[in-house]
C-alpha cells in the first residue's frame, strides 16, 4: 500500500460528495435512507437521498484478507465499521466520531490496526488516529495542538486562535507493519517534518527535517530517496539523496530532475522499483500529454511504459509487494484501462463481464489473490465486490446507496464542444428525465440550464455518478459541466492555457459552452445559471460581475471574490509551492502583479450586479477564507444590491456535514426556482441539525426565511 501526501495545491471544493442519507444505532446494521415517497410532489428525489449520507461506502480489505472496512453511518454520523470478510452482516462499527464523520482510512500491514484523519470543524489540521482491533482502543498519533513561533509562543490565527498543526500520512509500508511515515508541521507551519511513528505506543522518531521542501519520497524500507523543492519560475526540481541519513535524515542532495514550470502539474514522481533502482514517474517533459516512464537512479535513463496522445495518466495499478507496474488507466469520456502486466490480463477481462459501468481496483491483500473492486454508473449507486484471483470469482459485497435504485435518475452524457480558439473541451449534460423523447442527446424544446464549474481549476469532471446533477435535473433543469482549459488530465498545452486566464479566457470557455447549448436547443440564451464551487464558485462571481448579460441567476460556494486577498491567505503548509500560483494566477507579491489581480476580482466590478447572486460559506475555510463571501456581501450591501448569503460556523471548504448540506441545497433549490422556474421540495425537516445562518437575503425568499432555525 503506497500512500503519498499530494504536493500538488488545488482549490478543489472540499468532498461534499458522499451521498445517500443513513442512519444506524451502534453494533446494528447501517439502516436504509429515506426513498422518494419521502416526498409529496411526484417523481420529486428528496434532498436527503442525493445529499446525505451513503448507507456503507469506501470498502477496502485487510492486507491478510480476513477482515473487510467500510464507512457507514452511526446515529447520523459516517464512521467506519470493520467485520469478517464474507460476513458484512457482522460488522460493527470501531470509531465512535459523533460530530463530522469520517471519511479518510487506511488499512495498517498489521491487519489489526486501522487508521484515520480528522480535523475540526473543516479547518483541515488533519489529525491522526490508531484504532487498535484488538483492544477497540483509539489513540491520537498527533497530539499537538499549537505551533510554537519564533518567540516560543503559539503561532495564532487572523482571529487570535492558535494554529493547529496539519498531519498528513507519507507512507505504509509492508515491510514495515508496526509503524507507518507521517508528515507534521509541528515545528514550522510551512514545513511538514517526516516522522516514523510506532502505531501501538505513539512513539515519533524524526526521520526527515524538513529545510525548505515541498515533499520527500521514500521507498519500502522507509529510505528517504528524493525531495522535491519548488523553483523560482514555477516549476520544481526533483533531488536525490548524495548521501547517508544524518541524525535528522538526509542533509545532502544531488539534482535528478529538473522540472520546467510548464510541466509542474503533469510531472512527479510516483514510486519506486523493489530493488530502489528505477523511480517511476508521470512525466510530460518532451511530450504533451503526461506518460508513466522508468527512470534510472543512476543514470536518468527513461523507459516508457504507458502513454496516450489524447491525456495524461490518469491512475495506476501497481502490484503490493513486487511494486510492479500492472495496469494504467487513461480518461477522455470514460476512464481506459491499458494492461502492462499480462498476468493479469484474464482477470480484467473477467472483470469486464461482472457488472455494468467503469470499475476500479480499490483495495487488495498484500498476497495479490483478492482486490475489491468497485464498479461506477452515471445513473445509479456504485457496487463494490471482492475479487477472489485464483477462484476467478466476484462476490458482491454491497451498494453504496441502495435508496437510489428505482429512481427516476438519468444520464450523464458526453459531449465536446469547441472553444472559440479551437480547443476541445470535454463536457458532461444532463437532462430531466422524459425531456428527450427521440433519444437523440436534446431536449425536445428548450429548457432552463445550470452552467455548472468545477474547482481547482485544476482538476476535471469526469463521468459517473453526480448528485448535483441529478437534483439539478430532477428539477427540470438542462445541466452543463465544462472542462475549461485550466483543468488537469487534457496534457500541460490544455492546462497552460489557463495560466493568468481567470475571469479572461478560463471564463470564455464557459461562455462558449453557453453559446453551444442555445445553438443545439439545449437551452435559451435568458435561461441560464451558473453554479460552482470554490474556482467554480469564483466562476459564479466572475459570471454575475464580467459577464452580467449571460447569466440569469449565480450560486457561488466558498468562491473567491479578491485574487490578492485570496493568495496572500493561503495556508502556511502551502508556502513552498507559492510560485505555482504566481504563475499561474498572478503574482500577489508585486505592484504590477496586485494590479493584475485587481482587474480579475469579482470584488472590484459588483456595480455590474444585476442579478441575483446566492453565497454559500463555511466560517473555518483554510483555503477560501470566511473574509473572501464576507467582503463581496459587505460591498454588495453598502450599494444596496441584493444578495442571498448562507454561513455555516463549523463548516470548511465544502459542506461535510450532511444536515448542512441538505439545508444548503435547500437555499439553493429555492433561489433558482424563484429565477429559472425549477421544480421544488419544501423545505420540510431539511433545517432540522444544521448550523446554518442566512446573514443577508433571506427575506427574498419567504419559505426559506419561515423554516430557518430560531
Known amino acids: 500500500m503506497k500512500i503519498r501526501s499530494n504536493v500538488l495545491i488545488s482549490l478543489c471544493l472540499a468532498s461534499a460528495g458522499l451521498s445517500a442519507q443513513a442512519t444506524a444505532q451502534p453494533g446494528t446494521t447501517p439502516s436504509a435512507a429515506p426513498t422518494a415517497a419521502a416526498t409529496s410532489t411526484p417523481g420529486l428525489i428528496p434532498r436527503s437521498v442525493l445529499f446525505g449520507n451513503p448507507e456503507r461506502a469506501s470498502l477496502q480489505i485487510s492486507p491478510d484478507g480476513s477482515k473487510i472496512a467500510f464507512i457507514a453511518p452511526v446515529a447520523g454520523v459516517l464512521n467506519v465499521w470493520v467485520g469478517p470478510a464474507g460476513k458484512l452482516e457482522d460488522a460493527r462499527p470501531v470509531t465512535r466520531d459523533t460530530n463530522r464523520g469520517i471519511r479518510r482510512f487506511f488499512w495498517a500491514y498489521t491487519s489489526t490496526d486501522l487508521l484515520f484523519l480528522q480535523d475540526v470543524g473543516g479547518d483541515e489540521n488533519f489529525k491522526i488516529f490508531r484504532v487498535d482491533l484488538t483492544s477497540n482502543d483509539v489513540r491520537d498519533l498527533t497530539p499537538f495542538e499549537t505551533i510554537p513561533g519564533a518567540d516560543g509562543k503559539p503561532v495564532t490565527l487572523p482571529n487570535g486562535k492558535p494554529l493547529r498543526p496539519a498531519a498528513r500520512i507519507e507512507s505504509v509500508s509492508h515491510k514495515q507493519p508496526g509503524t507507518i511515515l507521517i508528515g507534521l508541521n509541528n515545528r514550522d507551519p510551512q514545513l511538514h517534518d517526516v516522522y516514523k511513528v510506532d502505531i501501538k505506543s505513539g512513539q515519533l522518531t524524526l526521520l526527515q527535517r524538513n529545510d525548505g521542501f515541498a515533499g520527500f519520497m521514500t521507498d519500502d524500507d522507509y529510505n528517504v530517496k528524493l525531495a522535491v523543492k519548488q523553483t523560482e519560475d514555477g516549476g520544481s526540481l526533483v533531488q536525490k539523496a548524495a548521501a547517508a541519513p544524518a541524525t535528522e535524515g538526509v542533509d545532502k542532495w544531488s539534482d535528478f530532475v529538473k522540472v520546467p514550470m510548464e510541466d509542474a502539474l503533469t510531472t512527479n514522481p510516483i514510486g519506486f522499483s523493489k530493488d530502489g533502482k528505477q523511480v517511476y514517474m508521470v512525466d510530460s517533459r518532451s511530450r504533451n500529454t503526461s506518460a508513466l516512464v522508468a527512470l534510472d537512479l543512476d543514470s536518468g535513463k527513461s523507459t516508457l511504459i504507458a502513454e496516450d496522445a489524447r491525456v495524461d495518466v490518469d491512475s495506476t495499478l501497481i502490484h503490493p509487494t513486487e511494486n510492479t507496474i500492472q495496469a494504467v488507466s487513461f480518461e477522455y469520456l470514460r476512464p481506459e484501462w491499458k494492461v502492462i502486466d499480462q498476468s493479469i490480463a484474464a482477470d480484467f477481462d473477467y472483470l469486464r463481464t461482472v457488472a455494468k459501468g467503469d470499475f476500479s481496483v480499490t483495495s487488495r491483500t498484500k498476497d495479490d489473490n483478492k482486490w475489491v473492486v468497485s464498479y461506477s454508473l452515471d ?166 460581475t464580467f459577464t452580467p448579460e449571460v447569466f440569469a441567476c449565480a450560486v457561488s460556494v466558498v468562491g473567491p471574490s479578491n485574487l490578492n486577498t485570496l493568495l496572500s491567505t493561503i495556508p502556511p503548509y502551502w508556502q513552498p509551492l507559492v510560485e505555482q500560483f504566481s504563475q499561474r494566477v498572478g503574482d500577489f507579491r508585486t505592484d504590477e502583479g496586485k494590479k493584475f489581480l485587481d482587474s480579475r476580482s469579482p470584488l472590484n466590478f459588483i456595480s455590474n450586479i444585476t442579478k441575483p447572486l446566492l453565497i454559500g460559506q463555511g466560517a473555518n475555510d483554510p483555503r477560501v477564507k470566511q473574509t ?60 432540522k441539525g444544521s448550523s446554518i445562518k442566512v446573514p443577508a437575503g433571506a427575506d427574498v425568499l419567504p419559505d426559506i426565511k419561515a423554516a430557518l432555525p430560531g
Do not use: C
Request: aromatic share 12%.
Open 379 to 544: 445513473n445509479g449507486p456504485s457496487r463494490s465486490y471482492i475479487y477472489d484471483r485464483k477462484a476467478r470469482k466476484a462476490t458482491f459485497v454491497f451498494s453504496n446507496r441502495r435508496d437510489l435504485e428505482g429512481l427516476p435518475l438519468v444520464a450523464l452524457q458526453p459531449v465536446v464542444i469547441k472553444s472559440r480558439d479551437g480547443l476541445d473541451l470535454v463536457s458532461y449534460l444532463s437532462l430531466p428525465q422524459g425531456s428527450d423523447a427521440d433519444n437523440n442527446g436534446k431536449p425536445d424544446r428548450p429548457l432552463p440550464m445550470i452552467l455548472d464549474v468545477h474547482g481547482g481549476p485544476w482538476a476535471r469532471d469526469s463521468w459517473g455518478f453526480n448528485p448535483q446533477h441529478q437534483w439539478l435535473a430532477n428539477r427540470g433543469y438542462a445541466v452543463l459541466s465544462v472542462n475549461f482549459r485550466g483543468s488537469t488530465g487534457f496534457g500541460k498545452s490544455f492546462l497552460n492555457a489557463g495560466n493568468r486566464e481567470w475571469a479572461a479566457k478560463m471564463h470564455d470557455d464557459l461562455l462558449d459552452a453557453v453559446d453551444w447549448a442555445v445553438k443545439e436547443g439545449v437551452t435559451e440564451r435568458s435561461k441560464v445559471g451558473i453554479f460552482g464551487g470554490s474556482y467554480g464558485g469564483y466562476a459564479a462571481l466572475v459570471g454575475v
Open 628 to 687: 473572501e463571501s464576507d467582503q463581496i456581501v459587505q460591498a454588495m450591501q453598502a450599494k444596496k444590491i441584493p444578495v442571498t448569503y448562507v454561513l455555516f460556523p463549523d463548516e470548511g471548504h465544502g459542506f461535510a456535514r450532511p444536515a448542512n448540506r441538505i439545508s444548503f441545497y435547500a437555499v439553493a433549490e429555492a433561489f433558482l426556482a424563484r429565477t429559472l422556474g425549477g421544480r421544488v421540495q419544501p423545505v420540510g425537516d431539511d433545517f
